[in-house]
């Protein structure tokens, strides 16, 4: 009760126990894709290019290699080369990145499926969390389903009082999202965030009936992001413009660019298929449904014990 | 100057002349976006709170150099404290606001640290648990098991608080001094 409440050794008295259920967890999460058609794939963690995004720091692994931010560019390589159904659990490395629900090394899940979009990887993972909390009796009543719904439009008019889609301005939205949308999502135990403005596409296709909006989805789980979902961009053009567009805004911010690989590129001259692509964190995920504070309390390594 | 990677909690930092502390932070990255630190901030002399967003990198302000001083706490008298350095005999006057808090905890010839900013003393800190007297409540309950259950009681200082059935008038226990609350009974 008074002091400290950790053991000799750093750990914290609980983590046996934690990564017990932590482990039954992941046994659970591949047990769904093994038995839905999914093949589990390996992707380099090692790589040339470490991923295409102004925002996300990578980590130098040394003679011009880095550690993979996500493995997004070489799980699609692998579906322009035939595979239909992939998984992957991996880890990812930021840079910069440390907090309650940041950690430089973390654990990714990934999944891309030929034919779908992102609407359903959404419920693709929405089936996912049922069966994981179907199995345990402990997660039995933590989420209601189906989850709810919210466009980023109709967050932002509720939380901030505009519309991104018609008023696009990057900085007012992101620190919106810091000081108002964030706050507010932690008073929602689940909810499917749709309809993102078409400049944060990254590498999801825009709507066919609306430019403004991209087809990306995103998870929040108890205020936490869990995973964010996308149609994947096939068009050889809109590759090139994305990446033109992440080179300048990086060389504006000072910002270290990486060149794309030509493997990947190479992937998507030869065509990615229509498919959708969804990533999870996974030690958010074991957070959220062991209802602890942060990661870091479910993860037996974080940065301030290694 | 420091930025935002020097961001923790008890951080003191000054902010338009004020030192400021750093009670709570958040890392926030929106998705495709750019990363922030949400803070909430204390003025350490008016007890003020203020929510503030930096963005990553941004500068958040010189380091304040708040010293803590061992004293003793002698008397009130009214709305004033009065305390002594423990090193140097000086005694020095706190107002009722710089207390705070602090006052439910103190008793005569207690040993606090006071918060020194610029040469003027600004504010109490004292250590997080405390060991107080109860003055007044009702009695044990003998044979009561109900687990949870509690009773009023006064301290001492006048603070009232809820402590175990089990507690009697006239016996010691150890407060949190951060949250106000009973710990455990302590025998004297």
């Known amino acids: 009760m008074r002091g400290g409440t950790s053991s000799p050794n750093g750990f914290p008295p609980d983590l046996p126990a934690v990564l017990k259920r932590r ?19 390996e992707t380099p963690v090692r790589v ?28 699609k390589r ?14 990812a490395f930021r840079r910069d990145e440390s907090g309650r629900f940041h950690n430089p090394e973390f654990s990714m899940l990934e999944w891309y499926r030929k034919g779908a979009d992102c609407r359903g990887m959404m419920l693709e993972a929405e089936a996912l969390l049922r069966y994981i909390c179907d199995r345990e009796d402990v997660f039995r009543e933590r989420y209601a389903f189906p989850f709810l719904n919210i466009s980023v439009d109709d967050l932002f008019a509720e939380t901030c009082g505009w519309r991104p889609s018609t008023d696009w301005n990057e900085d007012r939205y992101f620190r919106d999202w810091a000081e108002k949308v964030d706050p507010f999502l932690e008073s929602v135990d689940a909810v499917f965030i749709t309809d993102f403005p078409a400049p944060l596409a990254a590498l999801s296709k825009l709507k066919d009936q609306d430019s403004r909006i991209c087809d990306r989805i995103e998870l929040y789980l108890n205020g936490v992001e869990i995973a964010n979902a996308y149609s994947e961009l096939t068009d050889l053009h809109a590759h090139q413009d994305y990446i033109d567009r992440v080179m300048q805004k990086s060389t504006s911010l000072g ?26 964190g996974i030690d958010r995920l074991v957070m959220c449904l062991l209802g602890e504070k942060s990661i870091q309390a479910v993860m037996a390594f974080p940065e301030t014990r290694l | 100057m420091l930025d935002t990677t020097a961001i923790r909690k008890n951080l003191k930092i000054i902010i338009d002349g004020d030192p400021w502390i750093v009670v709570d932070h958040q890392f926030v990255k929106p998705g495709k976006g750019q990363a922030f630190t949400r803070t909430r901030l204390k003025n350490m002399i008016t007890g003020n709170a203020m929510d503030k967003t930096y963005k990553s990198g941004e500068k ?16 009130a008298q009214g709305t004033t404290f009065t305390f002594m350095d423990n ?39 004292l250590p997080n648990f405390v060991e107080l007297e109860i ?49 455990e009974r302590v025998k004297k």
């Open chain 1, 23 to 41: 482990h039954r967890i992941i046994k659970t999460i591949r047990t769904f894709f093994d038995d839905s058609g999914y093949i589990a794939v």
């Open chain 1, 48 to 75: 040339f290019c470490p991923g295409i995004d102004p925002y996300v720091a990578p980590l130098s692994s040394g003679n011009a290699h880095y550690l993979a931010t996500s493995p997004e560019l070489h799980m």
């Open chain 1, 78 to 91: 692998l579906l322009a080369a035939g595979l239909d159904k992939i998984y992957q659990l991996t880890r």
């Open chain 1, 255 to 280: 910002k270290h660019v990486c060149a794309v690989d030509a493997g990947f590129m190479d992937a998507v001259k030869k065509g990615i298929p229509e498919s959708g692509g969804i990533a999870l």
């Open chain 2, 60 to 75: 958040i302000g010189e380091q304040a150099n708040v010293e803590e001083v061992e004293m003793q706490f002698l008397y």
């Open chain 2, 87 to 125: 090193n140097t005999y000086e005694q020095y006057e706190l107002s009722e606001e710089q207390v705070g808090d602090a006052r439910n905890f103190m008793v005569d010839n207690m040993t606090v640290n006071a918060l020194f900013f610029d040469g003027k003393p600004i504010g109490l800190e």
């Open chain 2, 135 to 183: 003055t007044e409540t009702d009695p044990a309950v003998k044979g009561d098991t109900v687990t949870g259950a509690t009773k009023p009681a006064t301290l001492s200082t006048g603070y009232e608080l809820n402590v175990p059935l089990f507690v009697n008038g006239g016996e010691w226990i150890v407060v949190d001094t951060r949250t106000g609350e009973y710990v």
